[in-house]
């Protein structure tokens, strides 16, 4: 069975801290991993994917196999990234998605 | 391009009656999914269509049905309401298979009262 474990429901930092919001995941393959943003009054948004390794809005996430983590970091917060964050799995071969409970993240300025 | 078009936004119906939930993909996108988000339960798979076949089925009663058309467009059916189906529901596609990633639509408010 595969699980997405997102530790913190809140999250509050200071404009221009650093951000780290957790993944962890459960699953005896080899998943794909996402991060979805959701903004006030906006819909579920794709962030980013670990497939691409890219880098969105000063967001970047790696995946750690050993410790079956994908957590999100970015080195300076902004006030336009408070959102609610979902980390989501997909298994191997699979389209349809595992999210996390999310995280709301709220940058204080 | 258009985004997910998810009609309509808003429903109210009765405990024991059936409501349809319509969803236009991406053009060009053959993939697409339900979901249910409740602040109980996050977001929770209901099932994916690709080329109007049932790829996936998550843990919901069979109450829940849902289909697609030739054109891609996507119906899910909630029959005999339930209190706690109330929620909202989203639908999200994708181009097909592989880590593309989901374009998520803005959702139907769905009250059951």
């Known amino acids: 069975a595969q699980r997405v474990t997102q530790p913190e429901k809140l999250l509050s930092v200071f404009k221009g801290a650093p951000v780290e919001l957790k993944c962890n995941y459960s699953?005896?393959?080899?998943?794909?991993l996402f991060w979805y943003v959701q903004y006030s009054r906006q819909r579920l948004q794709l962030l980013l994917r670990h497939i691409s390794r890219e880098s969105i809005k000063g967001f970047t996430a790696d995946l750690n196999k050993g410790e079956t983590s994908f957590h999100l970091k970015k080195p300076f917060a902004q006030e336009e990234d408070s959102a609610m964050y979902y980390c989501a799995l997909a298994r191997t071969g699979a389209n349809n998605l595992f999210f996390g409970t999310g995280t709301r993240l709220t940058v204080i300025p | 391009k258009a985004g997910v078009t998810q009609t309509p936004r808003y429903l109210i119906k009765t405990r024991g009656q059936q409501v349809t939930l319509s969803c236009s993909p991406i053009?060009?996108?053959?993939?697409v999914s339900w979901y249910q988000q409740t602040p109980g339960q996050g977001l929770q798979f209901l099932f994916e269509?690709?080329?109007?076949?049932?790829?996936n089925k998550g843990n919901f009663p069979g109450r829940f049905s849902g289909r697609q058309f030739s054109n891609s467009r996507s119906e899910m059916n909630v029959s005999t309401l339930e209190l706690g189906d109330s929620a909202l529901y989203l639908c999200?596609?994708?181009?097909?298979?592989?880590?593309?990633?989901?374009?998520f639509g803005s959702g139907t408010r769905l009250t059951v009262v």
């Open positions: 999200a596609s994708s181009p097909g298979q592989g880590s593309y990633g989901y374009t």
């Open positions: 053009s060009g996108h053959r993939s």
């Open positions: 699953y005896s393959g080899s998943p794909e």
């Open positions: 269509y690709f080329s109007e076949t049932q790829r």
